[in-house]
């Protein structure tokens, strides 16, 4: 089983509708967690970050569930500019390496 | 600034052939990262340096060699290259082991004939 795992989509998406997706990780140890974002054909850069008390930003909402060890990424009133892949990382421990799941594909459709 | 940097952009090998590829930041990070990404796979650490002067394996290190020249520049190596190394090469950065945000270079697509 992969440490992180994601599905690879795509969610096919309508301009302004809502689409959520998960990630789950089997190291119920991990400490950390976050969403990066990765454009076609471009390197990944950092979305946001998950706290244990769900967070926002702006139209993006992210929500941990350490019981059933998945991390989720919620994205309201979805932009033609969302279409994306999103890879959701995972640390173990403090100072530890990143570990990336494989990615979720995202198409915001007109 | 420039951020991170990788050349070359796009490269095709020959099986056994070697080639160097090459990364530098000017953000004065202490740290810094080889990747490798495959469909479906995610990003794999190969190799990353903690600070100038160090450097450790990552999941995959396996047919790859590091060099971390100066506090700048980490290049990654392949010695004889296999079509098994066809990927996409991302090197990246931050000013701490451990920080959460890495910042990624362009990548570069290298396929292995």
């Known amino acids: 089983r992969k440490e992180v795992e994601q599905d690879p989509g795509p969610f096919n998406v309508p301009e302004g509708a809502t689409v959520a997706f998960n990630c789950t990780y089997s190291n119920s140890a991990s400490q950390s967690f976050f969403w990066y974002r990765q454009d076609c054909r471009k390197e990944p850069k950092l979305l946001m970050s998950?706290?244990?008390s769900g967070n926002e930003d702006g139209r993006f909402t992210a929500q941990l569930n350490r019981a059933s060890q998945y991390i989720s990424l919620l994205i309201r009133d979805s932009k033609l500019s969302d279409s994306a892949t999103y890879l959701c990382v995972v640390i173990k421990a403090a100072g530890n390496k990143l570990t990336f799941g494989g990615g979720t594909r995202v198409l915001v459709k007109p | 600034n420039a951020g991170v940097t990788q050349t070359p952009k796009f490269q095709v090998l020959k099986t056994g052939q070697s080639m160097t590829l090459q990364c530098a930041q000017d953000?004065?990070?202490?740290?810094m990262y080889w990747y490798r990404q495959d469909p479906g796979m995610g990003l794999r650490l190969i190799y990353y340096s903690a600070s100038e002067g160090t450097t450790d394996k990552g999941e995959v290190p396996n047919g790859y060699n590091v060099s971390r020249l100066n506090k700048r520049e980490f290049s990654l190596r392949l010695e004889s290259a296999a079509p098994s190394q066809t990927s996409v090469y991302f090197c990246?950065?931050?000013?701490?082991?451990?920080?959460?945000?890495?910042?990624f270079g362009p990548g570069t697509r290298l396929t292995v004939l």
């Open positions: 953000m004065n990070h202490n740290s």
């Open positions: 998950v706290y244990s």
């Open positions: 990246a950065s931050n000013l701490v082991a451990g920080e959460v945000e890495q910042f």
